[in-house]
């Protein structure tokens, strides 16, 4: 987390056109050592093909995409199906593309929370489980850039927030750049440094708090706040901790989430909370 | 021992067994079963070029393959033909620009059916020679790019993110199936090819927990299917070649019903377990 002049990874003006259309264009944003960068934004805004860009996966057919040389990458895409030919146990996954010792397997594994599981079948993990294999095969290269596509997708709500409070643990302990793929603002928030916001161009970006509040923001996902869902995604900006106070977005904590200013109560939805990487 | 034809058949058979398997497993991986009979089908005009150009005929078979397998890496990234679409086409052109060539050579002397269904009984001591050293180099090049390659298979997208450089362990896989052909077309011949490449995969994934435990076993089971298959067409006077790939299936049928009785047992302990 020293070296912040030279980015792992950097796009500027950044887009692809295929099929006669722009699928993402004029994107610009930097990954740096430590920080974690969170793309949101609607089904095909473009977050995937972004980070395609980034793993140099997809060239853009303007702009430039550069990554520092020699990074090495873990990936977790959003997608993999593991056809019934292939035998493949969770172990000989883990070593897919990295040589690893079993104590080094058993480590990662054991962080994700699927030890018990080293020996089992990829194919006859739940989703949930597959997602924990896949991330911490990712986490157990010990990458300077970590990609996670929807890392979380299938996961129970608890286990989501203890992944969530893994990656900013594992961004602390091994001072990779993460570039995270969610459409879940509301426990992203937390532990994230920069949130860029998509819709087939960077809507808005900045701290959590400053795109919640800004208006590009508002604007695009304004159509879906009739869904109490979206509404309370998006105006959750407080964090309610096991003791019964409530920590803000900005990292003050008080002894209520002042429900007279517009925010909804949901400390009963929240058994557990993200550690806010400013205090870590 | 090597005068006896019958045992420079088993040896090469096996021979050839011992290269089919591991690479057949990748056949079956990623659905390449088509691929195989379109190199396969290549063949056949490898083998028309080199007797109308009076050339190595195990060496043209290997060019003309590897030529069809890289114009197929070729159009599949040009043309928006689909892969199946593409493969038919160059399958069936390689298969009648090979049946037009041979038509050329009327006053040649052709076993036809040699060609196709194998001539193992015919086996030299030099294509023993050439099974043995080309199979040890396909093997020894196929260990190399295996991780690159079996990292390719489960996802390319995410070989390649991770610096595995899928592109090049595909290309030498091509190559790698190309000499393959060449060196299997006389023990099954081209019809049959493909079959010894994917039955003793498939038979393998029934008992197989890992990938490379899968390679090992295919082999294995590919030599057992050659040494049966011979025997059986020494015993009834069938054709060799496809003596071998029905003895192989013979071992298919019995992996499915030890298959399935393991799975009851499997199913019974975890029963005995919860009680």
């Keep these: 987390m020293t070296i912040t002049q030279n980015p792992i990874a950097s796009l500027s003006n950044a887009g692809v056109y295929r099929d006669s259309k722009w699928l993402v264009r004029g994107i610009e944003f930097d990954i740096q050592r430590g920080e974690i960068v969170t793309l949101i934004g609607p089904n095909g805004s473009g977050k995937s093909t972004t980070a395609k860009m980034v793993l140099g996966l997809q060239k853009p057919s303007e702009g430039k995409v550069t990554r520092l040389q020699g990074v090495r990458v873990g990936y977790v895409p959003q997608k993999l199906h ?51 294999a896949m991330l911490a095969r990712a986490i157990a290269r010990k990458p300077d850039l970590l990609v996670l596509d929807e890392p979380v997708q299938g996961v129970d709500f608890t286990g989501e927030l203890a992944l969530y409070e893994l990656i900013s643990s594992i961004r602390n302990e091994l001072g990779c750049g993460i570039l995270l793929i969610s459409h879940d603002l509301h426990v992203v928030m937390a532990a994230t440094d920069q949130v860029i916001c998509l819709n087939g161009h960077v809507c808005c970006k900045g701290t959590p708090s400053a795109v919640a509040e800004s208006p590009e923001y508002m604007k695009l996902f304004g159509t879906r706040a009739s869904s109490g869902l979206a509404v309370y995604q998006h105006h959750h900006d407080h964090t309610h901790l096991p003791d019964g106070t409530v920590r803000h977005a900005d990292g003050t904590v008080t002894e209520h989430c002042h429900p007279d200013d517009g925010h909804h109560d949901h400390g009963a939805d929240q058994p557990k909370t993200t550690d806010d990487p400013s205090h870590a | 021992m090597l005068d006896d034809f019958f045992v420079r058949a088993l040896i090469a058979g096996i021979g050839v067994a011992l290269i089919a398997g591991p690479l057949g497993c990748f056949i079956v991986w990623q659905r390449l079963a088509y691929f195989g009979d379109t190199l396969a089908h290549a063949a056949l005009l490898g083998v028309a070029l080199a007797f109308l150009l009076e050339v190595n005929i195990t060496a043209t078979v290997f060019f003309v393959s590897a030529t069809v397998a890289i114009l197929l890496l070729l159009l599949q990234k040009r043309a928006g033909l689909s892969s199946d679409a593409l493969l038919g086409l160059l399958s069936h052109s390689a298969l009648a620009l090979g049946l037009v060539v041979l038509a050329f050579m009327g006053s040649v002397r052709f076993d036809l059916m040699g060609l196709l269904f194998g001539d193992i009984l015919s086996v030299s001591k030099a294509d023993i020679a050439m099974i043995y050293g080309g199979g040890l180099a396909v093997l020894l090049i196929l260990i190399s790019i295996w991780r690159r390659l079996f990292a390719a298979t489960v996802s390319p997208e995410l070989a390649e993110a991770e610096g595995m450089r899928p592109e090049i362990a595909n290309i030498v896989f091509m190559l790698l199936m190309a000499m393959v052909i060449a060196i299997a077309m006389k023990i099954v011949g081209v019809l049959l090819i493909t079959a010894l490449l994917i039955v003793p995969a498939a038979t393998a994934r029934r008992f197989a927990t890992g990938p490379e435990q899968m390679a090992v076993l295919s082999a294995l089971i590919g030599a057992v299917a050659v040494i049966g298959g011979l025997s059986g067409s020494l015993r009834w006077d069938t054709p060799s070649g496809p003596s071998i790939v029905v003895a192989a299936m013979v071992l298919f049928i019995l992996s499915l019903s030890s298959a399935i009785r393991r799975l009851t047992k499997r199913s019974e302990t975890r029963e005995g377990l919860l009680k």
Excluded: C, N, Y
């Design chain 1, 82 to 132: 593991v056809d019934w030919t292939l035998p493949l146990t969770v172990r000989r996954l883990m070593t897919l593309t990295t040589r690893l010792s079993g104590s080094e397997i058993a480590k990662a594994l054991e962080r994700t929370g699927i030890a018990h599981l080293v020996a089992a079948e990829v194919r006859h993990l739940s989703g949930g489980e597959f997602q924990r």
